[in-house]
């Protein structure tokens, strides 16, 4: 199987930063799109940033100009550089993987982690 592990919450300060990583572990799989997803206390979660084995990225209007993902293929490893952090973007953050393991196509979650934005 394929596992997500996430690290980097925490709390900080209005226009703050806070970098979030995600490393992607098991045995004889390929990662192919990753993205970060947040859940708001009382909310859906949704899609914030997402980026292509070949390195695209999208962004939602939220966070465009603020947050940078970026990943390291021979990791396995995506990163969210979060800057001029918002009281909005208090959340719970996931990051999601596409990748393929034993001939099988696979949409992989990581366990979360927090992310709180206060003074």
């Known amino acids: 199987q394929v596992q997500l592990v996430e690290s980097g919450g925490g709390l900080v300060q209005p226009g703050g930063s806070l970098r979030l990583s995600c490393a992607a572990s098991g045995s004889d799989f ?3 799109g990753m993205g970060w997803y947040r859940q708001a206390p009382g909310k859906e979660r949704v899609l914030i940033t997402a ?9 939602a209007d939220s966070v465009k100009g603020r947050f940078t993902i970026s990943r390291d293929n021979a990791k396995n490893t995506v990163y969210l550089q979060m800057n001029n952090l918002k009281p909005d973007d208090t959340a719970f953050y996931y990051c999601n993987a596409h990748a393929e393991w034993n001939k099988r196509y696979l949409e992989v979650w990581g366990q979360g982690t927090l992310v709180t934005v206060s003074s």
Do not use: L
């Open 51 to 59: 980026i292509t084995d070949g390195g695209i990225t999208t962004y």
């Open 30 to 32: 390929k990662i192919g």
